[in-house]
């Protein structure tokens, strides 16, 4: 999210009505909700955790105890038993 000078965006009368509610503050203005990105979509980080769940799935496989993987991750123990689960069912279906 970046800032925006108001006067350098906004028509004189519409900067003029929006002071009559807030003047000199910070206001946000959220996204039209069709412009809305998902999480992740201007990042590499569901990318990298998405390829990081899957090594822990193979790790899994391959016979790694959920224990191990946390420690190795640094993840919850329940973090683990999640990742696995959804794995597993993606990769029956």
């Known amino acids: 999210m970046s800032y925006k000078k108001a006067t350098?965006?906004?028509?004189?009368?519409?900067?003029?009505?929006?002071?009559?509610?807030?003047?000199g503050e910070?206001?946000?203005?959220?996204r039209i909700s069709d412009n809305k990105k998902v999480w992740g979509a201007s990042t590499s980080t569901r990318q990298e955790l998405k390829e990081r769940?899957?090594?822990?799935y193979t790790d899994y496989l391959?016979?790694?105890s959920m224990e191990v993987l946390a420690e190795k991750y640094f993840l919850s123990l329940k973090s683990i038993q999640r990742i696995i689960g959804q794995l597993r069912k993606e990769n029956k279906g």
Request: overall charge negative; hydrophobic content about 40%.
């Open 8 to 23: 350098h965006i906004l028509p004189r009368e519409v900067l003029e009505k929006i002071q009559e509610y807030i003047d």
């Open 26 to 30: 910070f206001i946000y203005i959220p």
């Open 62 to 64: 391959a016979g790694t």
């Open 53 to 56: 769940n899957k090594s822990i």
